[in-house]
């Protein structure tokens, strides 16, 4: 075995100890100013634990902000999407209509009008009764599918219907709707085609 | 030295030896790694008729078996000593420890391997499949909960900074890898979750881990070898506070495809380490200087006092790259690689060749046989982290600046680079050099002290034959 | 602090609650995600990557691609375009109000105001929603890359290191599969300069049966093997292809938005 007196065995004294000093006060009061400049970059950049906000977003105001929302394209978009959930399962998301559910939007006299008016009605106030759709007589009734969508999302949805599947006619507002809606007072009658007749177009 | 304190060093002999001199190996096997690996850069097309010779199968194996073959049996096996010594008392049940790192260095076997099969889990830092992990897992609890028994037993019933730094560490692995493995191998989340939780694990792995121990290990041999009180008690229960709470909260870097808040809320802790990197700096600072000033020729108490100041520039690489603006600059580049290495060799592992030099013929009872070579050996190793950090710090920041500029075509942003990388492949070679001595000094080690024992057994052996000649 | 299990329990305290924010929180906001739909259609995403391509993410996890390439594209900031899509009935009025606006690479609020301008005067315009930073002018992506993107891949592959550029969107950009395998064999076949190491052990080189093998690749002169032979990629390679053309990350989503253009202007541009 080696020898103990080696350079191994000088230089081992007695285990190290701790001084007792006092922590400066300085470096709590920088921790806390650094806490708080943190807090203030984290209110700025985190977005509140938001899932859907990501860099470079700094909220969720600021990412609502930035979705695209005007032009046409939006408007169809949105009207297709709350068309395919609410009307497409009867009228087909095609505009087709099924045999013995409902008749078909696609070139249909009723939606392709001047005005919106008559058209506006049906999802409003629901339709019953004998009625010719595109060359085929119908005798059945519909809800008021649309009454309960808001003003903007049925006229996304009008809008949609006139200006899809060949149907080339005139986008409709959500001021529109709202003039319509407040004329029918609050529990409008179902409509029948001698009714929608009557009213302008 | 006392007799009880001989006792204490002895104690710990056959755990030590299995674990740093496995270690030793490994820290070979990974440098030479990295230096193939980072050959790929100067001469790519010699690389791919081999699976097993791509980067993407050398540099994690050499991430892998720089961090789990090396630092963490030397930052374990550091730790056994440690609590022995402070705590007055001899290892007891060593056989335990030794069966653990045995184990240990089966699963790394284990792991490397499998990585280069093509079994790798794919995640950063967790590349071991399955069973190289588990064998980890379990060698790492044995190991620990064995520390601490023997840390409970203990004569000498005052703690000393160092035992929180090493208790908190011990505490952390098997957490943050039971967490990890369970959650990314075992029973996968789903979807970014994945790689959320996988920087949580790397970050607390690299940074945290090595962090604590090396800290720790630290915070023992610098009062020591100074001859100086530990400046202070205080400065160092704020320091652990600090750094275990700021530290294990980050790792999501900056522009993650994962809500902001995540993002924002590791860089806000990456920023408040200032504060314990601060305190850290202070109580090294405070504690060497004016001390008896042993000579520091190349010992361990040059290597421990050159990776604290290592510790403190990874640790301000890691704020500086948090910083608002600075972040996105050097985001993806070899800037943070710099600062692994740094972390990894410069700090942590330079802190282990300064503790194992000092510990090793204490606990074995035979000097070093080459200890001319100590000296040598930190030269290279200094000189291989400088230069392989400041290459890539510089080199890092110039990549950031062309990946910024969308009018510099990407190819010039790695052509850029390639200078940087030849200056870093010398830092591999410098520091492949300094492993190098380093294993050759601790297997020496190693064989001498077989030698010995081989010698005692033989001489028992043979001893009753020679009565039996005298009486006859 | 003279007591062992007080340490342990103030550092279970601090681990548990870094446990909670980086590994529950982000489970239990995340970790139930489902499609979503995309902005402006009623399409979903994602789509689960087809057979092929699922393959090839486990080849790309093998091989540590990983190690040189991020699946991330950063975006640094967002602006608005202010297109006129019909001037109206007063066209010089209009034309005259626009050259005194900046309608391009502006806020939102200000694209608002000038919009409410131009419209006041008569005109007709669209909003369009754009991207900015390094990644999305170099065409690495159209936005940032999102949660949603990597909805059901495992293992998912964010990379760290960009030693070669990102691959979110590389299917995108590079549509074409004889692309990326010519590219895998020999990079600098297509690359000029390239560092990529080529990765060859995924083709086969082997002689030219009685007739060409369909999958042959139509290698250019220096990098083709001896006359008579033919390299062919492995079904790994056709995997990994595979995969990286369904690396698209292009719809515009509620947490990414942007305005897609037509296709004529969204054009990939043809460059690694």
Known sequence: MSDETKTCSTDSGTEPTAARLHLPMWILVALLTLLYLGGIYFDHHSGWFDKQVYSPYSNAAMLESYQPKSGAAAALAAGRKSYEAVCGTCHGNDGLGKPGQAPQLAGSEWVNTKGHNRLAHIPLAGVSGPMQVAGKDWNMSMAAMGAALSDADLANVLTYIRGSWGNKAGEVTADDIKGIRSGMGGRPQMMTHDMLMAMPE | ?472 | MKNGFVIFLAAFAVLASSWGAFVLAPQLQLGGAKQVTVLNSTDVYPASRPGEAAQGLQIYRANGCAACHTEQVQQDGVACDVVLSSAGKNPSVVSNLISTLKLEGITEEAAQAAADQITAAGGKVETHILATGPDIARGWGLRHSVAEDFLYDYPVQLGGLRIGPDLADVGRRLPDANWQLLHLYAPKSVVKGSLMPPFRYLFETKKIGSTPSPDALNLPKEFAPAAGYEVVPKPEAKHLAAYLLSLHADVPLYDAPFTQLSASTNAPANKP
Not at chain 2, 221 to 226: D, E, G, M, R
Not at chain 2, 313 to 330: D, G
């Open chain 2, 1 to 472: 030295m006392t007799v009880n304190e001989k006792q204490i060093d002895t104690s710990c002999r056959v755990p030590l030896l299995v674990l740093f001199g496995g270690a030793a190996l490994w820290l070979v096997v990974g440098s030479v790694l990295a230096l193939v690996a980072s050959l790929t850069f100067h001469m790519p097309d010699k690389f791919g008729d081999c699976p097993w010779g791509t980067y993407g199968h050398l540099q994690p194996a050499a991430d892998d078996a720089l961090l789990y073959g090396f630092c963490i049996p030397a930052g374990l096996g550091v730790l056994l000593w440690i609590f022995a010594r402070i705590g007055q008392t001899p290892l007891r049940g060593a056989m335990v420890p030794v069966v653990a790192a045995h184990l240990w260095h089966l699963g790394v076997l284990a792991g490397l391997v499998g990585i280069f099969v093509g079994d790798s889990t794919g995640f950063a830092w967790l590349e071991f499949p399955r069973g190289g992990s588990a064998l980890l897992f379990f060698a790492y609890l044995l190991l620990g909960l064995w520390a601490l028994m023997n840390f409970s037993g203990r004569n000498e019933r005052g703690m000393f900074p160092s035992h929180w730094f090493l208790i908190a560490a011990l505490f952390v692995f098997p957490w943050i890898y039971s967490t990890a493995n369970i959650l990314l191998v075992g029973w996968p989340v789903r979807g970014v979750v994945q790689a959320i939780i996988a920087w949580w694990f790397g970050n607390n792995l690299v940074f945290l881990w090595t962090s604590l121990v090396g800290i720790g290990a630290a915070f023992y041999f610098l009062p020591k070898f100074s001859g100086r009180p530990l400046h202070s008690y205080y400065y160092a229960l704020f320091a652990f506070w600090t750094l275990l709470l700021f530290g294990s909260m980050r790792g999501v870097p900056v522009g993650a495809p994962v809500p902001a808040w995540l993002p924002a809320l590791s860089a806000m802790n990456s920023l408040f380490l200032i504060v314990p990197v601060i305190a850290i700096a202070i109580i090294g600072w405070k504690t060497v200087r004016g001390g008896a000033g042993r000579e520091c020729k190349g010992g361990s108490f040059c290597m421990i006092k050159f990776s604290f100041v290592a510790f403190i520039l990874s640790a301000l690489l890691l704020v500086t790259s948090a910083c608002p603006h600075f972040s996105r600059l050097t985001q993806f580049t070899w800037f943070g690689a710099a600062q692994t290495q740094l972390q990894l060799y410069g700090f942590f592992a330079i802190t282990m060749f300064g503790a194992i030099y000092h510990i090793l013929p204490r606990a074995v009872g035979i000097e070093f046989a080459f200890p001319k070579l100590i000296r040598v050996q930190h030269w290279f190793a200094m000189a291989g982290i400088i230069l392989f950090v400041v290459s890539l710090v510089i080199g890092g920041v110039v990549q950031g600046l062309k990946l910024q500029d969308p009018n510099v075509a990407f190819a010039d942003s790695t052509k850029a680079m390639l200078p940087f990388l030849r200056a870093s492949t010398m830092g591999l070679l410098f520091m492949l050099v300094a492993n190098l001595l380093f294993t050759l000094n601790v297997i020496a080690l190693i064989f001498a002290w077989k030698w010995s024992v081989a010698k005692t057994v033989f001489a028992f052996l043979i001893s009753p034959l020679a009565k039996t000649e005298v009486k006859a």
